[in-house]
């Protein structure tokens, strides 16, 4: 027998089209469930079925998204429904009690929004979600933890159920595709001057323009770095109008010209790592293994990060980058400035970052756990 694993996921769930290739080439049957375009599956040869959810709180959209995913795996009847996101990771355990014979797989990467923020609705909403997360465990079959500290707190508050736990490091990075985007890129020379960035330092950062991802402590420590080093220019890369209320606005980016350029997403980041001469992640955000950090590692960009848990699990301080304290701008700066003068010694953490990711992170080496926990269950 195939077992048949139905993978549920968010917008950007086509990110893990890799994954679902190399679980198929191992013998499994995979079908793909999210919120995005459907075109990319369809051109790996993968079964793809669209259904919609509210990343944000919304108790009506919820409960429709339960009814829908309910009747999606009534349909798909999978072995094993493995949820792929934050929201998910409670509406599938609801969705499948009234679906019997689905496994479901919980992956908890990080615990979002609800841990990141100190507002009064995250506040009021922590031990409702605590106790959806008791009911879901009832309908899940094993919990798989990016990082030790999320296991820790959903150990601490009995949120895993008999089916138990496991922590397998992030969901993996394709070693070899990043390597060939790198190989096949424009040369560095070519990016810059598209961009404007001729014979100037390039701190770069890769992630959605939202608070929690730290983008006003950054936009600081910006202004700290220019005063000492205005040759330097910060990069905003990724998506900043789809984020809603908590994206950065426009303005609070423009006040920070011409030292902040946002270029928004893009489909070549290998090739923008490339003309960086370091890396930024000040997020603030309790996420699982962020991948942002995983690529600048692959590209050898000298990376400075804060300390949260899944920033952990990458960057060692002092060691293959550096950590610094989130909502600190100053000691960002700091961090920021020491690499851009000693660039020997932050090539050398680098390198060591490099080294780690391909040996840790790698997307066969995930696979692989993933495997194996399927076959034992």
Known sequence: ??????????????????????????????????????????????????????????????????????????????????????????LVPLAARQVPGVRVVRNINGRGWLYSSGSPAALVLRPIYRVLHQVAAHSTVKTVFEIRDDEAFFERHRLIGSGGSLVIP????????????????????????????????????????????????????????????????????????TEGRLAVSQAEIDDHAPYVVA??????????????????FPTEYREGIPRALLEAALAEV?????????????????????????????????????????RTAAQEMAARARVLVRAKFSLRVVVDHYAALYNDL
């Open 170 to 241: 992030g969901a993996g990075i394709d070693v070899e595709r990043f390597d060939d985007a790198l190989a096949q890129a424009p040369p560095p020379s070519q990016l810059r001057a598209e961009l404007g960035l001729n014979e100037v330092d390039v701190v770069m950062t890769v992630t959605r323009v939202t608070r929690q991802k730290g983008i006003p402590t950054l936009l600081e420590a910006a202004a700290q770095v220019c005063k000492e080093r205005p040759n330097t220019r910060f990069v905003l890369v990724g998506p900043r109008e």
């Open 302 to 342: 000298p990376t400075v990060t804060t300390s949260m848990p899944g920033c952990c699990e990458v960057i060692r301080d002092g060691w293959n980058g550096f950590q610094v304290p989130p909502h600190s701008p100053r000691v960002l700066a700091e961090r920021i400035l020491e690499m851009l003068r000693d």
């Open 1 to 90: 027998m195939t077992p048949h694993i139905l993978y549920i996921g968010g917008e950007d769930h086509n990110l893990r089209i890799p994954f679902m290739l190399l679980l198929r080439e191992r013998g499994f049957r995979v079908t793909a469930a999210g919120t995005g375009d459907g075109a990319p599956f369809a051109q790996a040869g993968l079964e793809f079925r669209r259904f919609r959810f509210e990343r944000y709180v919304n108790p009506l959209a919820d409960l429709t998204a339960i009814r829908d995913l309910a009747k999606l795996l009534a349909e798909v009847r999978p072995d094993f429904a493995q949820t792929c996101d934050t929201k998910p990771s409670v």
């Open 263 to 280: 270029i928004g997403p893009r489909s070549d980041v290998p090739a923008l790592l490339k003309l960086a001469d370091l890396f930024a």
